[in-house]
C-alpha cells in the first residue's frame, strides 16, 4: 500500500517537475497587432494587397521565436480591444514575448457610425465620451487614441513582454514632390505614448515617407494597385524591411539574437 502510494505520488512529482521544465522551455513569441496595412484581408494578397506583417516571419530564426500576426483590417486601436482580439492575445502572453503595434488609419473614422463605429478621441490626454454603438448594441465609453495604445503597453510590461509602438505608414498622398505625412498628429501621438511609457518607438511614418520619396511619385504609384492606402507585395516588402532594420538597432539583448543575419 505504502509502496503504491509512492509511486503515485513520485509520478505526479515527475509530471509537474516535467510540465514546470517545458514550459521553461517554451519559445517567446513575436506578436504583431494592427490593421490592413499590417495584414490584408485573410493574408494571402488577394487583390495584390499585402500588409507588412505577412512578411515578417522570414527574417526570424523561427526555431528560437514564433512569429504571430493578428493585425487585421479594418480595426482600430479602439476595436482591436473591444472585439476581444486583444484579450486572446494577453492569454497567452508571457515574459519574453515581444509585442509590435501599428494602428491609426482607422481611428480618425466617427467613433458611432452605424457601419464600423471604430473611431476614437483624437489625442492621447484621459478624454472619454459615453457612446450607444449601433454595431455592438451597448453602451460604450470611448477612449483617447492614446489611452488605447497605453494599455497596450502596460499589459504587455506587466506580463513581462516588450512593447514596440509603429507609427502607421503613410498612405500615397504627395503634395509638391512630398509624401503627406501624419508628424502632428498619430505620428507624433504613437511617438509620445512610447516615450511616456517607455516602450521602443520605429517611426515608419517618416521612415518609409523618406524612401518613398527617394524613389519618387510615379515609382511609388506601382506600389498602390486598388487604393493609395493598401501596397503590393513589392511595396509590403519595402516597408517590413524598414520595419526589420529598425529592430536591429533595438538595444542588444533585445531581438538580435532571433534575427537571421
Request: aromatic share 10%; glycine share 10%.
Amino acid at each position: 500500500m505504502l509502496r503504491t502510494r509512492f509511486i503515485l505520488l513520485l509520478t505526479i512529482a515527475l509530471t509537474a517537475f516535467c510540465s514546470f521544465a517545458l514550459l521553461k522551455k517554451k519559445k517567446p513569441v513575436f506578436y504583431i497587432i494592427g490593421d490592413s496595412t499590417v495584414r490584408n484581408g485573410d493574408g494571402t494578397g488577394k487583390g495584390q494587397q499585402w500588409g507588412w506583417g505577412s512578411f515578417m516571419a522570414p527574417y526570424f530564426d523561427t526555431t528560437k521565436i514564433g512569429v504571430q500576426n493578428h493585425a487585421i483590417g479594418g480595426r482600430s486601436s479602439r476595436t482591436f480591444i473591444t472585439e476581444g482580439r486583444w484579450d486572446k492575445i494577453l492569454q497567452t502572453l508571457k515574459k519574453g514575448d515581444y509585442v509590435i503595434m501599428q494602428f491609426g488609419h482607422n481611428d480618425a473614422s466617427p467613433l458611432d457610425d452605424t457601419a464600423r463605429a471604430r473611431g476614437v478621441i483624437r489625442g492621447i490626454g484621459e478624454d472619454s465620451t459615453e457612446i450607444w454603438n449601433p454595431i455592438r448594441k451597448i453602451k460604450e465609453v470611448v477612449h483617447t487614441y492614446g489611452w488605447y495604445m497605453r494599455k497596450y503597453v502596460r499589459e504587455t510590461k506587466a506580463r513581462g513582454g516588450t512593447a514596440i509602438i509603429c507609427s502607421l505608414v503613410p498612405r500615397n498622398n504627395w503634395k509638391d514632390g512630398k509624401v503627406n505625412r501624419s508628424a502632428d498628429s498619430w505620428a507624433l501621438w504613437a511617438k509620445q505614448i512610447a516615450e511616456q511609457e517607455g516602450a521602443f518607438f520605429i517611426d515608419l511614418n517618416e521612415l518609409v515617407a523618406a524612401k518613398y520619396e527617394a524613389l519618387g511619385e510615379t515609382a511609388v504609384k506601382k506600389f498602390f494597385p486598388a487604393d493609395n492606402t493598401h501596397t503590393n507585395e513589392e511595396g509590403a516588402r519595402i516597408n517590413v524591411a524598414t520595419v526589420v532594420d529598425q529592430l536591429r538597432l533595438l538595444r542588444p539583448g533585445s531581438l538580435t539574437k532571433y534575427l537571421n543575419q
